[in-house]
């Protein structure tokens, strides 16, 4: 049977007509539910924007901010995130939507180093993060406990004065020198002794290593198969069980009596309060707020400590001595404030640092121009309207800490290393000023500030106070190499050599 040609036309329109408001709905839902999503460099299939970027992502993504807006989404492999470049931005995410923002993310094949999330550093929001950071920051690292290390820090201070002392006049590795007085200063206020040998120091190595290398599954789920090829799952485990036993080792050594009645540790205990691991241990056996804390739980806020503290600590101290010999006047003018309060004698103490008002600005600028992480890492919880735009949950969040640092809207001549800018702002680094936020800020803020501030200070105030340092081979100190390393925490790429002499106004 054949359909005459306006029967067709008349079935048709009747189908129009019933199927018009399911079209209309569908077309008002579909407007509706249609995201209004930040703007995007253009993307490749499968990698995403991952070829915009080249070795320093701060560098590269800053690039980008400048031509897309200071409030970015790009997809690294397919995963969403989000690139915020601007003070104004940066507080959308840390104050005014702060509880939509205080995740990490997916961590990936990562998990397995932080004993299954059960770490502060790396992650997500929630009850056993919330628990620990108030543990961390009431007992570990309040102020009180902090200023009882003084002795630990005075003593390992002492010892690496003396190495430079030993080899004035020639070449000295200054990284070298101040990554193993942190990693001293850490082991002895968590362990209450030294573990300085190699095999610590590698094991370190190692594990930082692992957490910058970029895990390709995480990103392009389809590919995880690299990650397999590349040895990372295998290697991960292997470093997670290698820490796993020293630091089931360490522990055991720590709940031994007999060690604990050994003069050596018990005078270090009555004298300076009690070390890390005796805390977690305690609070273990007390439990807090009904919150249980087991084995695994006492080891991932171990390799926190020396995590968040070792690098950021060691990095922020090169950076800064690289910066006063390439600035001289700013050398002269700090070693000039140090001597007119410490004059006489034979090192600067604790009680010198407060009134060194010149190197607390050394230090912001420095942390300006060269903030350690310079991309805080966070992640959004729940769907949020930012800005006008449509942030999906479980999108990832960096916030470029270090473009925020270059903005020149904020800062007259960004790029220049002076630290009298400081002078008249009302800038400091707890995270309430959000052009400046090296330790990042809100409930996730660093709870290490003071920590790192007392140790950098003393260090600094006493190299320089005793030596004049400059580049080997009578180089001019203004063309020391500063290039970056690429990884999350960002180093000098080359050693700090530099060659020390003894002053003759200290
Ligand atoms: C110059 C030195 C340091 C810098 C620049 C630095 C920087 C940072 C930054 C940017 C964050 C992320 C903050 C955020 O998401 O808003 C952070 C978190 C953290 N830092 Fe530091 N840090 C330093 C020293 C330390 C020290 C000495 C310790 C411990 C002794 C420490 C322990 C931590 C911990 C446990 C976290 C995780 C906090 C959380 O997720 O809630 N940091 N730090």
Redesign the pocket.
Known sequence: MYLSLSSLLSVLSLLVLILLPAIYLKYISSTKTQKKLPPSPWKLPIIGNFHQLGANFHRSLGDLAKKHGPLMLLHLGSAPVLIVSSRDVAREI?KTHEFAFLD?GELGILKKLTYNGKD????DYGEN?RQL?SL?VVH??SNKRVESFQQVREEEIALMMDKIGETCGSVIDFTELFLSLVNSV?CRVTFGRKYSDKNFIGMVEEFKKLVVILSVGQYIPCLSWVDWLRGLNVKTEKVAKKFDEFLEGVIEERLDSNLRESNDVKSMTVEHGKYFIDILLEKQKEGVNNFHIDRDTIKAVIL??FA??VD??FT?LEWALSELVRNPRVMKKLQKEISLIAKGKPKVTVDDIGKLEYLRLVFKET?RLH???PL???ASSQDVKLLGYDIKAKTRVF?N?WAIGQDPAIWEEPEEFRPERFLDTPFDYK?NHYEF?????????????H??NT??ELVLANVVYKFDVAVPNGERGENLDMSENSALTVHRKNHLLLVATPRSES
């Open positions: 840390m990490r502060i550093v790396l992650s993060w950071k961390v570990l690292l850490l926190d400590m968040g503290a950021t600590t922020t942390l903030a350690p992480a805080v890492i966070r916030i800490v995270g936020i090296p330790f990042g800020g809100g409930r996730r803020g660093c709870p290490g500030i920590f790192a140790l950098m």
